[in-house]
């Protein structure tokens, strides 16, 4: 599956953005899928994974709350809904999958990654 992200940009801390992934290739319905984040100096590090039917969710804490995965399997598309953003928020986000089902954190699990779209929250 090839995967293609978009949807980063420039926000004022509290402010939201939407990220999205377009997934082409294999069935996308097949993939759990994930996104993560790294910022400059930092290991790549989990944001939140969602489930083949998208009916399991699971995030890290600093997001909880704030951000919410989705995915449209008609669509072949993964989003990232990101409220209140914070200034540690600033990050390059990748969407990436992986064939299994639940809810997958582990970077090592997931075996396609897409290109990563910049995120820049100012304070």
């Known amino acids: 599956v090839q995967l293609q992200a978009s949807g980063g940009g420039l926000v004022q801390a509290g402010g939201s953005l939407r990220l999205s992934c377009a997934a082409s290739?294999?069935?996308?319905?097949?993939?759990?899928m994930g996104w993560f984040r790294q910022a400059p100096g930092k290991e790549r590090e989990f944001v939140a994974v969602i489930s083949r039917s998208g009916v399991s969710t699971y995030y890290t804490d600093s997001v909880k709350g704030r951000f919410t995965i989705s995915r449209d399997n008609a669509k072949n598309t993964l989003y990232l809904q990101m409220n209140n953003l914070k200034a540690e928020d600033t990050a390059v986000y990748y969407c990436?999958?992986?064939?299994?089902?639940?809810?997958?954190?582990?970077?090592?699990?997931?075996?396609?990654w897409g290109q990563g779209t910049q995120v820049t929250v100012s304070s």
């Open positions: 990436a999958a992986g064939l299994w089902g639940g809810t997958i954190v582990s970077i090592g699990d997931y075996e396609y």
């Open positions: 290739g294999r069935t996308f319905r097949e993939y759990g």
